[in-house]
């Protein structure tokens, strides 16, 4: 993580946080990094159903019959 890459130091400007990031995404992307979810969407909506409501089918309009 990216939290855990810089923390035994200071950055002194903004510009150069923003390189560090730069090329620390670099990397992650170069290695081709995952993500490993601990919680399916459905799992998700069990346990936190008001962060994660389920989405509304909208159906468009059906003509009407002459």
């Known amino acids: 993580m990216l939290r855990s890459q810089c923390l035994d130091r200071r950055i ?10 730069a090329a620390w995404e ?3 992307n170069a290695a081709k990094a995952r993500i490993k979810s601990m919680f399916t969407t459905d799992k998700a909506r ?3 159903g008001r962060a994660y409501p389920e989405p509304v089918v909208v ?3 059906q003509a009407k019959e002459s």
């Open 26 to 28: 670099r990397q992650r």
């Open 46 to 48: 069990a346990k936190m």
């Open 59 to 61: 159906r468009p309009p």
């Open 12 to 21: 002194a400007t903004q510009q150069q946080l923003k390189s560090e990031i």
